[in-house]
């Protein structure tokens, strides 16, 4: 089996064909089907929040079987995601893309998850001690990207779970858990 570092690469990967846009619809619909779920379990594994479609990403080509993908199957894998809230263009251009392997609703449940297994209920954190701190190490959270931790405690605080607080800076915005 063909790894891109400790990544393993499914079967697939090595399929010639699967490297061109099907014209038949229901091998295409597979084949999206499959890519989709590459390029999610990659950047979760990877911790990739955002893939531009026109840089060097090391799931575009397979050197060993000699294949690209084209522009147009990149942004149609890109856009199937986009379609069913797992990635978010980020520009009207469509040259990048947010990857969204837990939805937006999802990173709230996993932030809630986070402050309650370490008795933070009602603790002050600064942002970017959720997304770099001692205490997101070896969590989903540690190097989150900033857009979507964001949009996450917005949700949070939406409910009533956390307020946030601007700091004199982006690096001291801060959040008081009330779970």
């Given amino acids: 089996m063909q790894k891109l570092g400790d990544f393993k690469l499914p079967h697939f990967f090595n399929y010639p064909p699967y490297f061109t846009l099907q014209p038949v619809r229901e091998t295409r619909e597979k084949q999206v089907q499959l890519w ?4 999610l379990d990659y950047c979760r594994t990877q911790k990739l929040f955002i893939i531009g479609l026109e840089e060097e990403f090391p799931l575009f080509s397979n050197p060993v079987i000699e294949r690209t993908l084209s522009h147009e199957a990149r942004e149609a894998f ?4 986009v379609s069913e809230g ?3 263009w980020l ?8 990857i969204l392997w837990h939805r937006i609703q999802d990173w709230a449940g996993i932030i809630l998850n986070f402050v309650k297994d370490n008795g933070f209920e009602d603790s002050v954190m600064t942002v970017e001690e959720i997304r770099s701190g001692i205490e997101s190490r070896g969590t989903e959270l540690h190097g989150i990207d900033r857009t979507i931790l964001m949009r996450a405690l917005k949700i ?11 700091g004199t800076s982006a690096d001291d915005e801060g959040v008081k858990f009330s779970v």
Wanted: aromatic share 6%.
């Fill in 156 to 166: 949070l605080e939406q409910k009533g779970k956390l307020a946030i607080f601007k």
């Fill in 78 to 81: 890109f856009s199937a995601l």
């Fill in 86 to 88: 797992r990635a978010e």
């Fill in 36 to 39: 989709k779920d590459l390029i």
């Fill in 91 to 98: 520009d009207k251009g469509h040259r990048k893309c947010l």
